[in-house]
């Protein structure tokens, strides 16, 4: 299964909605999870199985979508925020993939 | 609180075979299925593959010619070997929790490997 993020760039200030978009080559019904990654770290769950929110993630984070199309939204961007934000599937569980990522830059 | 720690060599010749550990703090290794991804410099995530606590597999069918993983539940560690490594094998390798839903929740910091001769 192939996962497609867009945009690979978002120009953004704090205080932006911003929300990014990943299509599934399949149907990959719930199981899709959000991550978001700085330098030199390693990915951070933020999101599974489409929209619900892990332990300790800020509310401004929310997920939604189903089927093939899914988005990530950050009601307002903070300082904080600025980061790499990946998708990932697990509908074929067997073999997860991870979308290309898409890069939140002031 | 979980921990991973990835351990192994940082350089390995070409043609050569990669062997990784991560040890698990914080939670017995029996409970969950554990995973290994990697990351090329500036690239995004690949994942490699996953060991169960009872020792069953699954590969990435990209890699599963040249992967094994393995569980050691006495000293709540497991490990990653890649044969026949090429420069395309140079990445950061990160070990990962799932615990069940298929979206790792905890993860080792990763180690660079570099494959050169």
């Known amino acids: 299964i192939q996962m497609t993020q867009s945009p690979s760039i978002l120009p953004a200030s704090v205080g932006d909605r911003v929300t990014i978009t990943c299509r599934a080559s399949?149907?990959?019904?719930?199981?899709l999870a959000w991550y978001q990654q700085k330098p030199g770290k390693a990915p951070k769950l933020l999101i599974y199985?489409?929209?619900s929110l892990e332990y300790g993630v800020p509310s401004r984070f929310s997920g939604s979508g189903s089927g093939t199309e899914f988005t990530l939204t950050i009601s307002s961007l903070q300082p904080d925020d600025f980061a790499t934000y990946y998708c990932?599937?697990?509908?074929?569980?067997?073999?997860?993939?991870f979308g290309q990522g898409t890069k939140v830059e002031i | 609180q979980v921990q991973l720690q990835e351990s192994g060599p940082g350089l390995v010749k070409p043609s050569e075979t990669l062997s990784l550990t991560c040890t698990v703090s914080?939670?017995?290794?029996?409970?969950?299925?554990w995973n290994w991804i990697r990351q090329p410099a500036d690239m995004g995530l690949e994942w490699i593959g996953r060991?169960?606590?009872?020792?069953?597999?699954n590969y990435n069918s990209a890699l599963k010619s040249r992967v094994a993983m393995s569980i050691d539940t006495s000293t709540n560690q497991f490990s990653l070997k890649l044969t026949s490594v090429t420069a395309a094998d140079t990445a950061r390798y990160f070990c990962?929790?799932?615990?069940?839903?298929?979206?790792?929740?905890?993860w080792g910091q990763g180690i660079l490997v570099t494959v050169s001769s």
């Open positions: 990932q599937q697990c509908q074929a569980y067997s073999q997860w993939t």
């Open positions: 399949q149907n990959i019904n719930n199981c």
């Open positions: 914080g939670v017995s290794i029996n409970l969950y299925n």
């Open positions: 990962a929790k799932d615990p069940g839903g298929g979206a790792p929740d905890s």
């Open positions: 199985k489409i929209s």
């Open positions: 060991v169960s606590a009872s020792g069953n597999t």
